[in-house]
């Protein structure tokens, strides 16, 4: 019983760490863009060696970092992201040709998944202070985000482009800038 108490904590840790990964495929999914699986496991390795050391670092001591603080430097994070969606929006409106848009390379790739990770970050902090095994939350992590990448792609470029069209970047720009508002001031 333990050790399904064990795997139940570190799932639904790895569920929680990742709806900003979800939000992040979908924003993609709208523009038009998919998330290979080269960049996929960028994102799904770094998010998951940012966790397993915040993990580590609950386990060994927790007066290191306050969650507190982790949190609210995920949030800037997230708030971030959702800028520089909004503005990758509002720079297309204003310019008379449509570009293409592109997908980052490598150190930008890199870049998205280290801003993730933060977010991940103070609650991995929680988590290792809590007793969730750190092999079991990094695995669950990584393979949370590699299901949440196509997860969020499906919903940017299915749900979001019928429904919303062109807004589906703004939109999740938006709701990116609101979940980091969220934990900074909550």
């Known amino acids: 019983m333990k050790l399904w108490t064990a795997l139940t904590g570190a799932i639904c840790f ?9 939000l992040l495929a979908a924003a993609y ?17 770094v998010t998951t060696l940012i966790t397993a050391l915040s993990l580590l670092l609950g386990n060994a001591a927790t007066a290191v970092l306050p969650p507190e603080t982790a949190e609210v430097l995920g949030g800037l994070a997230l708030v971030g992201i959702g800028c520089w969606f909004l503005l990758d929006y509002l720079r297309g409106r204003t310019e008379a040709a449509e570009e293409e848009p592109s997908s980052p390379g490598l150190a930008g790739w890199v870049s998205l998944a280290a801003a993730l990770a933060v977010n991940n970050a103070g609650a991995g902090v929680a988590a290792g202070a809590a007793g969730i095994p750190t092999l079991a939350a ?3 992590n990584f393979l949370v985000t590699l299901v949440a990448l196509p997860l969020g792609h499906r919903l ?11 807004y589906a970047l703004p939109l999740s720009g938006g709701l990116l800038v609101l979940l980091g508002a969220w934990e900074v001031l909550l």
């Open 156 to 166: 940017g470029c299915g749900a979001a482009e019928r429904l919303l069209g062109r």
């Open 138 to 140: 990094a695995g669950s």
């Open 29 to 45: 999914g709208g523009r038009g863009l998919s998330i290979s699986p080269g960049p996929s496991l960028v994102l799904a390795g």
């Open 14 to 22: 790895a569920l929680a760490c990742n709806l900003d990964t979800v």
